[in-house]
């Protein structure tokens, strides 16, 4: 209940001096949106440009092979060898 008592008289304080000083007030805002407007174009830009840095990244590593053909034959061989070695445990 103090919470809202206290909400309200802020708000009727709040809305009262906005009249009062109301071309103070346009006068920060005056001021103050075009710095948001600057400060947030900067961000956008900044976020776009890693955004775009990481695109590239990306577009370079998918060209690249994983692996050789040799390493390839090398693994199926182990992976052979390690069959039969399972096959030979189990039989024996």
């Given at each position: 209940m103090k919470t809202l008592v206290g909400g309200a008289a802020a708000a009727v304080l709040g809305?009262?001096?906005l009249v009062v000083w109301w071309s103070p007030f346009l006068?920060?805002?005056?001021g103050a949106i075009p710095l948001m407007l600057l400060l947030g174009g900067g961000l956008a830009i900044y976020l776009?440009?890693?955004e775009l840095?990481?695109?590239w990244k990306k577009d370079d590593s998918?060209?690249?092979p994983v692996g050789s053909e040799d390493d390839v034959d090398k693994y199926k061989q182990e992976i052979d060898d390690l069959k039969q070695e399972i096959e030979?445990?189990?039989s024996a």
């Open positions: 809305l009262i001096g006068t920060l805002l005056a776009g440009f890693d840095k990481d695109s998918i060209g690249s030979n445990l189990k």
